[in-house]
């Protein structure tokens, strides 16, 4: 089945513990791109990423790191959480990134930063 | 830097009733516009695109979409709503300025169909 999974899909912890959510697709695509969700602001992109090791800046990258070493893969770092981090996190990759191409998303990750 | 914007942030309607939820962009250039819909507990998928040709442009379940370049809106309809529908949706675009790599998504629609 053709799908976005990521992990974990709940996680609450502390201000400063370094976490990282996977992601990683079945599908063979090269582009993968990270979002949160926040009540009233919809989705807003983060990082995305074209290909292997080609990575760019969404609208809302700071306190994020990413990394493409492969291509099903696209982990989202918190190197240093904080409560404002506080959100639904979605995956979502599409074929080669082509300005027609549908996005498909995984089922999201709720990160609560205490 | 392109921006979307949905003015109708929560619309409660009873089944049968006809939809329409507004999207309007910012940016005048060659865009790609979509919507998603989010059922409760289930994750993003497309419910319609718009990338080139006939600006009325029909989905999933019954959803159409018209793109006016002249007014930046990419409208979304529904003839006749069903209890099912009871979802989030979100506008979408891609394309110039930010390149069709960036994707700006607008702040969501919470439509509640009452049986």
């Known amino acids: 089945e053709a799908q976005v999974t990521q992990n974990p899909r709940y996680l609450i912890t502390v201000t400063g513990k370094k976490l990282t959510v996977t992601c990683s697709q079945n599908?063979?695509?090269?582009?993968m791109s990270w979002y949160r969700q926040d009540p009233g602001l919809g989705l807003r992109q983060i990082y995305y990423?074209?290909?292997?090791?080609?990575?760019d800046k969404g609208d809302v990258p700071e306190g994020y790191k990413v990394s493409r070493k492969e291509k099903r893969n696209f982990p989202l770092i918190l190197e240093s959480p904080s409560p404002n981090q506080t959100s639904l996190y979605f995956c979502?990759?599409?074929?080669?990134?082509?300005?027609?191409?549908?996005?498909?998303f995984g089922p999201g990750t709720r990160l609560t930063v205490l | 830097a392109q921006s979307v914007s949905q003015h109708n942030h929560h619309v409660i309607l009873s089944e049968a009733a006809s939809l329409e939820l507004g999207c309007n962009y910012s940016?005048?250039?060659?865009?790609?516009l979509f919507w998603y819909v989010q059922y409760p507990g289930q994750h993003l998928q497309l419910l319609l695109k718009?990338?080139?040709?006939?600006?009325l442009v029909k989905g999933i379940k019954g959803f159409e979409a018209e793109f006016i370049k002249s007014k930046f809106s990419f409208n979304l309809r529904k003839p006749s709503v069903q209890w099912s529908d009871t979802a989030e949706y979100f506008c979408?675009?891609?394309?110039?300025?930010?390149?069709?790599?960036?994707?700006?998504f607008g702040t969501g629609t919470k439509l509640q169909v009452i049986p």
């Open positions: 979502a990759s599409s074929d080669r990134g082509s300005n027609t191409d549908t996005q498909y």
């Open positions: 599908m063979n695509h090269e582009y």
């Open positions: 990423s074209m290909n292997v090791e080609v990575t």
């Open positions: 940016y005048g250039g060659t865009v790609n």
């Open positions: 718009y990338f080139s040709g006939d600006p």
């Open positions: 979408a675009v891609n394309g110039a300025p930010g390149g069709y790599q960036k994707v700006t």
